[in-house]
T-cell receptor, first 116, second 112 residues
Framework: GAVVSQHPSWVICKSGTSVKIECRSLDFQATTMFWYRQFPKQSLMLMATSNEGSKATYEQGVEKDKFLINHASLTLSTLTVTSAHPEDSSFYIC????????????FGQGTRLTVV | AQSVTQPDIHITVSEGASLELRCNYS??????LFWYVQSPGQGLQLLLKYFSGDTLVQGIKGFEAEFKRSQSSFNLRKPSVHWSDAAEYFC??????????FGAGTRLTVKP
C-alpha cells in the first residue's frame, strides 16, 4: 500500500507564532496533495489543493495568507499556519493521490494543533 | 459540485448485530465513492472504494458497500458487528484526480 506520513502528530504553540506541518508520500509520487481541517466531532473540510510546482488552490473562506501551502517536490507538501490564534486549534489532515487513473487518496495520520 | 449526505449522525448497534450506514451522493458524472473509518484522534483508514464495475464492493474488516446509481446511494454494510468497529465512519465522493468531499460522518457505538 501507499504510505503518507504527517509530521508532527501534535503540536502546541503560543498565539502569534507560526507552525509548519509536513505531509510526505513515502513510497509514491503525488503531484496533488490535499489539506483538510477537522473540528471536534465534525467532518473533514477541504482547505486547499496543493499542486507540485504551482500555487495551491484554496477553498472559499480559507485565508491563503494565513495558511501557507508549499508543494516543492513530488513527495512533500507543507502547511504553515501563520500568526496562529486559539481559533486555529484543530485537527489538520493531509492526503496524497497517486498519479494516474482510478486512484484513491491516502491520508496522513493527522496533526493536532493547539494554540495557547 | 459533488456532495455527500450521511443521514445518520449516530447509530448504536449490539455486538453481533448487522449494520448498515447510509450514504447518498450528488455528482454529475459517474462518481468515485469511498468509505473511511476514523478512530478518535487518528487519521482515516480506507475501508473500500468504488470506481467502476461490480456494484457490490468488498472491503477490509468484513465490510461491503453497494453502489446504486438509481438511488444515488453507496451504503456500507457489515453482517456482524464487533466491539472494535466502534468509530466514526465517513463516506466520500471524488472525481478523477480531484479532491474528495466528505459526508458529515456517522458515529457508531457498539453495545456489548
Amino acid at each position: 500500500g501507499a504510505v503518507v506520513s504527517q509530521h508532527p502528530s501534535w503540536v502546541i504553540c503560543k498565539s502569534g507564532t507560526s507552525v509548519k506541518i509536513e505531509c510526505r508520500s513515502l513510497d509514491f509520487q503525488a503531484t496533488t496533495m490535499f489539506w483538510y481541517r477537522q473540528f471536534p466531532k465534525q467532518s473533514l473540510m477541504l482547505m486547499a489543493t496543493s499542486n507540485e510546482g504551482s500555487k495551491a488552490t484554496y477553498e472559499q473562506g480559507v485565508e491563503k495568507d494565513k495558511f501557507l501551502i508549499n508543494h516543492a517536490s513530488l513527495t512533500l507538501s507543507t502547511l504553515t499556519v501563520t500568526s496562529a490564534h486559539p481559533e486555529d486549534s484543530s485537527f489538520y489532515i493531509c492526503s496524497a493521490r497517486k498519479t494516474g487513473p482510478n486512484t484513491e487518496a491516502f491520508f496522513g495520520q493527522g496533526t493536532r494543533l493547539t494554540v495557547v | 459540485a459533488q456532495s455527500v449526505t450521511q443521514p445518520d449522525i449516530h447509530i448504536t448497534v449490539s455486538e453481533g448485530a448487522s449494520l448498515e450506514l447510509r450514504c447518498n451522493y450528488s455528482y454529475g458524472a459517474t462518481p468515485y465513492l469511498f468509505w473511511y473509518v476514523q478512530s478518535p484522534g487518528q487519521g482515516l483508514q480506507l475501508l473500500l472504494k468504488y470506481f467502476s464495475g461490480d456494484t457490490l464492493v468488498q472491503g477490509i474488516k468484513g465490510f461491503e458497500a453497494e453502489f446504486k446509481r438509481s438511488q444515488s446511494s453507496f451504503n456500507l454494510r457489515k453482517p456482524s458487528v464487533h466491539w472494535s468497529d466502534a468509530a466514526e465512519y465517513f463516506c466520500a465522493v471524488g472525481a478523477r484526480n480531484n479532491d474528495m468531499r466528505f459526508g458529515a460522518g456517522t458515529r457508531l457505538t457498539v453495545k456489548p
